[in-house]
């Protein structure tokens, strides 16, 4: 006799998929179960809560890890992962509530959990946080620089992320709802969001307060929550925080006496340096000798520089500004900058970029890249792809300056070369084959997984290239003295951590920055002509080798080398002031 049985109703989407059907409890596997539940109609705030607990469960290993480091056994951390994690969770809601309205929010949300993954990767690879000056490098980051970060590593770390969420969204069934129903219901969410949080802050003040303070950077590792705010910032500032008008500061300026009766003009060269520490250059007591070529040309190297910033887009335009670093930073306008006051005296002025642009430090005065016109020969020596060694700024350079208008170049010329230096994570693409005598040298992007003697080879072989560079500058200068005055100052934007703390790579918030990332090398170089033009005396500056400086002075002291008079000029800031005069 056959057996009856009754069939469940058909769920959404003609299937049996409601608890207790048959076919939920006796057919499919889990997964199948599971793609059922999901696809049953839910509101978007149930979406976006499930999505920020996923998140925080995914997205926050950084954080968990720097709280486990910092709060020693598991009995004294534990208590305290669990408020930052209720706390992530609330911040999680409260940003995507915003968001909770319709199934075309489903791109946006998958775009918050790209933009985690990518975060963590990047926490977890280089330990970086993400705060505002991290997002806004990166924004300005050029398509090499983003394919030297690309690996295998970081694609496997963010699809492991990505892919479930993905999925998840996906399938999810968005319920339609009225406008101010859902409204008010966000609202609702996003108040009890806030309570709950100030709640857990309140209860667990005593544990929070010293930890956040004595350890700024773990609010800049709430994923991705820190994410999403700096990107905010950074996009809204310019909104709110500038007026858009340019401030001039040329007024006034003129060359000085040294010019009236000159035999030969002048010709300094400002070589901006990349990323480069000094501890690691030999002129600077470093144990290996990273610098030979330098030393052998009698360089002055300054002990004690420190940048005004801890990435390239912080510390370009600070260091080429009248303002200082304190004013840079508080300033609500845009000013006109060093070479601004250069080219307003009547000189010419010309920057040569190896990088990603010069962040806008050059747009009002002749610029080029290094890379445009090279001839086919050229670029398979000194390139990959469209990233040069920096000996590259140095082919085709007489043509680029006979280009410029004669009248000035009679007076003088001042050219500024932006290097491409040791520019990481891919130390081992910043020198050439000769160069690297330090070895065996990581050869991956992913630092972490290089041991500390391969880190610190391919790290001083990029060194070793930047001494080459410098030394084949002065040569090509030493070849101009018969129709020029010569000179160059080096000075790096910022430094680099190496795996000191955990650290790879630079851009942590300057308050909290380790030594590393702000103690930069500074070189000098003159010749005969120079010395004697500018009345230089090389003891006087041999003394003041070790006294402390930073970007602060290079405005300042490139003026008094070059005799510039500006109102903007400050003689206690120039470097070599109380030199001058006594040769």
């Known amino acids: 006799m056959p057996v009856s049985h009754t069939e469940s109703a058909p769920g959404p989407h003609g299937r049996s998929d409601w608890p207790g059907s048959s076919s939920f409890s006796t057919q499919g596997t889990l997964w199948t179960h599971f793609d059922q ?28 890890n720097e709280l486990a480091r910092i709060g020693g056994a598991p009995s004294t951390y534990l208590p305290t992962v669990a408020a930052m994690s209720l706390l992530t969770l609330c911040g999680s809601v409260a940003i995507l509530s915003l968001t909770a309205w319709s199934r075309w929010m489903k791109p946006l949300w998958f775009a918050v959990v790209v933009l985690a993954a990518v975060a963590q990767h990047y926490m977890l690879q280089y330990r970086v946080v993400m705060d505002p000056t991290m997002i806004a490098n990166a924004l300005q980051t050029d398509p090499n620089e983003v394919r030297d970060l690309m690996s295998w590593h970081m694609a496997f770390n963010v699809l492991v992320v990505t892919l479930p969420a993905g999925w998840a969204i996906w399938r999810v069934r968005v319920a339609p709802m009225r406008f101010f129903s859902k409204l008010w219901r966000n609202a609702g969410l996003l108040l009890l969001a806030a309570v709950v949080a100030v709640v857990t802050a309140v209860a667990m003040n005593r544990q929070l307060a010293p930890l956040m303070r004595n350890n ?80 052998r040309r009698g360089v002055l190297s300054y002990r004690d520089v420190h940048s005004c910033g801890t990435n390239t887009l912080a510390s370009v335009p600070c260091m080429f500004s009248p ?32 990088q990603a642009g010069c962040k806008d430090v050059c747009i009002r005065i002749p610029n080029a890249s290094a890379f445009d016109g090279l001839d086919a020969a050229t670029k398979k020596a000194l390139c990959d792809g469209d990233e040069c060694l920096d000996d590259v700024m140095l082919k085709g350079l007489d043509e680029r300056i006979a280009a410029l208008p004669a009248e000035r170049r009679a007076k003088g010329i001042v050219l500024v070369m932006h290097q491409m230096g040791s520019h990481g994570p891919a130390y ?44 084949r500058t002065i040569d090509w200068l030493q070849a101009q003295s018969k129709r020029y005055d010569p000179a160059m100052l080096y000075v790096s934007d910022h430094g680099e951590s190496l795996g ?58 490139v003026l008094g080398v070059m005799d510039v008079a500006t109102p903007t000029y400050k003689p206690a800031l120039d470097a070599l002031a109380s030199c001058r005069n006594k040769a």
């Open 37 to 64: 539940w999901l696809s049953k109609p839910r509101s978007p705030r149930q979406v976006i809560l499930w999505l920020s607990l996923y998140l925080v469960l995914t997205a926050n290993w950084p954080l968990w």
């Open 500 to 557: 000191e703390y955990g650290l790879f790579l630079h851009g942590v918030p300057y308050s909290f920055a380790p030594e590393a990332q702000k103690h930069v090398p500074m070189v000098t170089w003159f010749s005969e002509g120079m010395s004697e033009r500018r009345k230089l005396s090389r003891s006087c500056m041999e003394a003041g080798l070790d006294a402390p400086l930073t970007h602060d002075n290079l405005y300042h002291t």
């Open 428 to 471: 081992y693409k910043r020198s050439a084959p000769d160069v690297k005598r330090f070895l065996p040298e990581c050869k991956t992007n992913a630092l972490a997984e290089c041991g500390h003697n391969e880190l610190m080879n391919v790290y001083d072989n990029s060194i070793a290239e930047t001494d080459r560079f410098l030394a």
């Open 323 to 354: 303002l200082g670093k304190q004013g840079y930073e508080s300033r609500k306008d845009d000013y006109e900058n060093l070479v601004d006051v250069l080219q307003a005296s009547g000189l010419a002025v010309l920057w040569l970029d190896n």
């Open 216 to 295: 700024v950077q773990l609010r800049y590792m709430m994923n991705p929550i820190a994410s999403l705010y700096s990107t905010g910032f950074v996009v809204t500032r310019p909104f709110f925080k500038h007026s858009g008008k340019l401030i001039p500061i040329t007024a006034g300026t003129a060359l000085g006496a040294s010019y009236a009766a000159q035999v030969r003009p002048p010709l300094f060269v400002v070589v901006v340096g990349e990323t480069a520490r000094a501890d690691h250059f030999a002129l600077n007591g470093y144990a290996r000798d990273t610098t030979p070529e330098l030393a």
